[in-house]
């Protein structure tokens, strides 16, 4: 009520005159935002142009994102038109596996988390829940660049190699196995390793949702007959529900940021069949062998922004749909 | 949704109705056989969890060159760490590591407690525009290879500016502090501004004072991305020289660089020692702090 009384009153000039040493405190955060988000937008021109290092940029219209897409004109011939479709390959396979890795990623740490909450939740002793939390949460406080060297000592062929060694005198498999240079095993223990490091940490926010359940409703439950099983059914899933959907919609808005997870268990034997968007722009950019042309990178990277920022969208109003309030 | 309808189907009298008195206040018994296949399930997950880490230290610790699975190393000795320490270009990624998460978490708590800070002062003038201008970088960016342009006009690339600077500003954090600034009292700001304390002097005698805890949650999470960091070295300052301790990692392990045996260390002992030191720090202080470690995501899912 006060607010609103004040703001009536004081006319903008003074408002502001009252205020000027917060814009003063706000100039260094501004400057950083400017600096290291807003410019690089700038740059986003550069998608228009072919840009080969060294060279000055020249304008080619949308000329990259046709040979992005792999698009010719209708009186292209076969062979032109084939061609066009060799070199879009890399874009389509990259972009096919941003959206499936992240996907099968979240169901599967989702998934995983919420199995574990619920069954840490029925845990008697605190104290060996406060152990087992401690635990499950250490691995996401190691690096992508840690996580990955582990577990590439881990499957390495040789000596050191855990899991081939254990497999072996196990006798499931007789020749060791280089897992992380072949794509079908790569893209296996990609999800195995996500799931080792995330999903303990994913445990947080549906154990809170979890301790947030009126005991109450667990009393009642048993009052009326309901076993463990009944008792997770009808109180504890349906409780989970609304954070469950509202963990996808969060996540499903960021899956076009995927590129360190990838970037760091990549090797060359398997690089282009598991190039994600950001890791092709890299691969483009850096380490392309001839001299890059930046401009296509930069319209793989707008495609990536754009396509990440209608994600975002979507998944606002999606947001507001089910929970009553957005994302951003 | 069916379902979701018969929650609070329980508590109306109705419901009690039906249930027989046989099976009112069944006692929780510890013994149930549920609660020990429970308890094995997640001894289990937990030995997943640690059986790789374990692995790892073992093996640092281990100077035979053979390395099977051992609970112990065979030949125990320190020679690995020792070689982090003699190793001059072991020790610079080392040195630089804790260089830039110093200095990068000091600056990013400065940014984001002095940005909050501006943002709770409801009536200023422009503040929605201030904080949707912060907010649009996180729903929009201009991508790598701009950023990489830019910064390279600036003459930052490859240096350690870049590293520094850049992620000391993280607008999701910033919004983390402004929500916990917006739980203290207004009133007390106020009290502050007519005692005649300048913004400034309330920012750092009534804000910072009370929040530590949040100060403590939010300087942990710079400090592990600080330390952690790994990509924007790898596209912005890629030089051998600026390497930090994750940066040489991975060069180590994809076998482009390998360490020179020290004394009786030998390469895999020495690999092995230096992912336990890019771990060491923060596993020393995890158990400690772990509140503070978790606190951050909780600020963040109760309001955002």
């Known amino acids: 009520m006060q607010k609103t009384i004040a703001k009536e009153r004081k006319?903008?000039?003074?408002?502001?005159?009252?205020?000027?040493?917060?814009?003063?405190?706000?100039?260094?955060?501004?400057?950083?935002?400017?600096?290291?988000?807003?410019?690089?937008?700038?740059?986003?021109?550069?998608?228009?142009?072919e840009y080969k290092v060294g060279q000055s940029p020249i304008w080619v219209g949308l000329d990259q994102f046709k040979k992005l897409f792999g698009i010719v004109a209708a009186d292209a011939t076969p062979i032109q038109k084939q061609l066009a479709a060799l070199k879009a390959q890399p874009f389509w396979t990259a972009f096919g596996n941003t959206i499936v890795f992240s996907v099968i990623k979240l169901l599967l740490n989702t998934g995983f988390a919420v199995l574990i909450s619920i069954f840490l939740n029925e845990m008697i002793s605190t104290k060996f829940k406060k152990i087992t939390q401690t635990i499950i949460y250490l691995p996401h406080f190691m690096s992508w660049v840690v996580t990955s060297s582990v577990f590439t000592l881990l499957l390495a062929v040789g000596q050191s190699g855990l899991v081939n060694n254990t497999l072996k005198s196990l006798g499931l498999i007789n020749e060791s196995v280089n897992y992380l240079a072949q794509p079908g095993t790569w893209k296996i223990w990609y999800y195995i390793i996500n799931v080792w490091r995330e999903t303990g940490w994913q445990t947080i926010i549906f154990m809170a949702t979890l301790t947030g359940i009126d005991p109450g409703l667990y009393e009642a439950a048993s009052m009326d007959g309901a076993g463990r099983v009944k008792k997770i059914q009808y109180v504890t899933l349906p409780a989970l529900g609304n954070t469950i959907i509202t963990v996808l919609i969060l996540n499903l808005a960021k899956i076009m940021n995927l590129f360190e997870s990838v970037f760091v268990l990549q090797n060359d034997a398997v690089r282009n069949a598991t190039n994600v968007l950001q890791t092709l722009v890299y691969y483009e950019a850096f380490n392309s062998g001839a001299v890059p042309d930046l401009g296509y990178s930069v319209a793989i990277g707008l495609f990536r922004s754009m396509v990440g920022l209608l994600l975002m969208l979507v998944c606002n109003i999606a947001s507001k749909k089910v929970r009553g309030r957005g994302i951003m | 949704?069916?379902?979701?309808?018969?929650?609070?189907?329980?508590?109306?009298?109705?419901?009690?109705?039906?249930?027989?008195?046989?099976?009112?206040?069944?006692?929780?018994?510890?013994?149930?056989?549920?609660?020990?296949?429970?308890?094995?399930?997640?001894?289990?997950?937990?030995?997943?969890?640690?059986?790789?880490?374990?692995?790892?230290?073992?093996?640092?610790?281990?100077?035979?060159?053979?390395?099977?699975m051992r609970l112990f190393p065979e030949k125990f000795g320190f020679d690995g760490y020792v070689s982090i320490f003699t190793d001059k270009s072991l020790l610079l990624p080392l040195g630089i590591s804790f260089l830039t998460t110093l200095c990068g978490t000091f600056l990013g708590l400065t940014l984001s407690t002095i940005g909050a800070y501006v943002l709770i002062q409801w009536e200023m003038p422009g503040r929605t525009l201030l904080g949707n201008l912060l907010m649009f970088t996180m729903i929009f960016s201009g991508g790598t290879i701009p950023t990489y342009i830019i910064l390279n006009n600036l003459h930052l690339v490859n240096t350690l500016w870049v590293v520094i600077l850049m992620p000391a500003i993280n607008v999701y954090n910033l919004v983390l502090m402004r929500n916990f600034f917006e739980g203290i009292p207004a009133s007390l700001f106020e009290s502050a501004s007519l005692d005649g304390c300048t913004p400034w002097q309330t920012f750092y005698k009534?804000?910072?004072?009370?929040?530590?805890?949040?100060?403590?949650?939010?300087?942990?999470?710079?400090?592990?991305?600080?330390?952690?960091?790994?990509?924007?070295?790898?596209?912005?300052?890629?030089?051998?020289n600026l390497y930090n301790l994750q940066m040489k990692l991975r060069d180590m392990i994809s076998s482009s660089d390998q360490p020179s045996a020290v004394g009786s260390a030998t390469e895999n002992t020495i690999k092995n020692a230096v992912i336990i030191t890019a771990i060491l720090p923060f596993m020393i202080l995890y158990p400690f702090l772990q509140k503070y470690f978790v606190k951050g995501i909780n600020i963040g899912a109760v309001k955002e």
């Open chain 2, 206 to 240: 009534i804000a910072l004072p009370l929040s530590k805890a949040a100060l403590a949650s939010i300087g942990l999470m710079f400090a592990v991305a600080y330390w952690n960091d790994y990509t924007n070295y790898r596209l912005y300052a890629s030089d051998r």
């Open chain 1, 11 to 49: 006319p903008l000039g003074p408002r502001i005159k009252k205020y000027w040493q917060f814009y003063l405190l706000f100039i260094p955060v501004l400057a950083f935002v400017i600096v290291f988000h807003y410019m690089p937008m700038y740059g986003i021109v550069y998608g228009f142009t």
């Open chain 2, 1 to 68: 949704m069916a379902k979701k309808n018969n929650v609070p189907q329980y508590v109306t009298p109705s419901g009690k109705v039906v249930t027989g008195p046989s099976k009112l206040n069944k006692p929780k018994s510890p013994y149930e056989v549920f609660h020990f296949i429970n308890g094995l399930v997640f001894i289990i997950v937990c030995l997943i969890i640690l059986i790789p880490i374990w692995k790892i230290l073992v093996d640092s610790l281990d100077l035979t060159t053979g390395s099977g």
